[in-house]
């Protein structure tokens, strides 16, 4: 998969990743609407080109107060990342290139504010989604909000997403109704942080053909169990 090429759906209005982008930048405005005052931190695990975050940031009243990290592992992508960044003068939003998936990226950042984790569940395990669910408590503040996105087909694991972050203490905010074409959740975290573990990898990065190929080699699998990771 060309990652960078990837992006380019972004530039297709009637595409379900443009529509998916617009959800996904209106939870992020009403996330930095609704923070507290005082300094903010953001964390964007595969980060791709920031257009998640960055757009929004651009113009929103908070944008000073934000400091912000973006995690990419496609140089391509991170270089455009930055040069997003720059020219909109967001001094303090840093991309790194390294894997988003190793805990050691974000441990002077957490817990944050806003936790942007896009991209990531249509092309991980379902075991894997779970399990970086269980992380979440750790990199993401009380009152903290976390947005995320799946895909809806079938079979449609957001349902099940959002029981795996009720059992590790969030509350649902918004998610896109299944007719929308793409997934877009946004939850709140209502319990207290806890220590962020050192030298974990939350998740193996598949890809979503991969996993298409999986499943039509693989029995059904279910996954059981409290939510927590290993």
Same mark, same amino acid.
């Given at each position: 998969?060309?990652?960078? +090429?990837?992006?380019? *759906?972004?530039?297709?209005?009637?595409?379900?990743?443009?529509?998916?982008?617009?959800?996904? &930048?209106?939870?992020?405005?009403?996330?930095?609407?609704?923070?507290?005052?005082?300094?903010?931190?953001?964390?964007?695990?595969?980060?791709? &080109?920031?257009?998640?975050?960055?757009?929004?940031?651009?113009?929103? @009243?908070?944008?000073?107060?934000?400091?912000?990290?973006?995690? =990419?592992?496609?140089?391509?992508?991170?270089?455009?990342?930055?040069?997003?960044? %720059?020219?909109?003068?967001?001094?303090?939003?840093?991309?790194?290139?390294?894997?988003?998936?190793?805990?050691?990226?974000?441990?002077?950042?957490?817990?944050?504010?806003?936790?942007?984790?896009?991209?990531?569940?249509?092309?991980?395990?379902?075991?894997?989604?779970?399990?970086?669910?269980?992380?979440?408590? &750790?990199?993401?503040?009380?009152?903290?909000?976390?947005?995320?996105?799946?895909?809806? *087909? =079938?079979?449609?694991?957001?349902?099940?997403?959002?029981?795996?972050? +009720?059992?590790?203490?969030?509350?649902? +905010?918004?998610?896109?109704?299944? &007719?929308?074409?793409?997934?877009?959740?946004?939850?709140?975290?209502?319990?207290?942080?806890? @220590?962020?573990?050192?030298?974990?990898?939350?998740?193996?990065?598949?890809?979503?053909? =991969?996993?298409?190929? %999986?499943?039509?080699? $693989?029995? @059904?699998?279910?996954?059981?169990? $409290?939510?927590?990771?290993?």
């Amino acid at each position: 998969m060309d990652w960078n +090429e990837w992006h380019d *759906e972004y530039d297709r209005p009637d595409s379900s990743l443009a529509r998916r982008l617009v959800a996904v &930048q209106e939870r992020v405005r009403a996330a930095l609407d609704a923070a507290p005052a005082g300094p903010l931190r953001v964390i964007s695990m595969c980060a791709g &080109q920031g257009r998640d975050l960055i757009p929004v940031l651009a113009e929103h @009243p908070r944008r000073d107060d934000v400091r912000a990290r973006l995690v =990419e592992l496609d140089p391509a992508n991170c270089d455009l990342a930055r040069s997003a960044a %720059a020219a909109a003068g967001l001094g303090r939003v840093e991309v790194v290139e390294a894997d988003a998936s190793l805990t050691e990226e974000y441990a002077d950042l957490a817990p944050a504010n806003l936790v942007l984790a896009c991209g990531i569940f249509g092309n991980i395990s379902d075991d894997d989604v779970r399990r970086t669910v269980g992380f979440f408590p &750790q990199l993401c503040a009380e009152g903290g909000t976390v947005v995320w996105t799946r895909h809806r *087909e =079938e079979p449609d694991l957001v349902p099940r997403i959002r029981t795996w972050f +009720e059992e590790n203490g969030f509350a649902l +905010e918004w998610v896109s109704p299944p &007719q929308a074409g793409y997934g877009v959740g946004a939850h709140r975290f209502t319990g207290r942080p806890r @220590p962020l573990a050192a030298g974990e990898s939350m998740f193996r990065f598949l890809g979503h053909d =991969e996993l298409r190929r %999986a499943a039509r080699t $693989s029995p @059904p699998t279910t996954t059981e169990g $409290s939510g927590e990771h290993p």
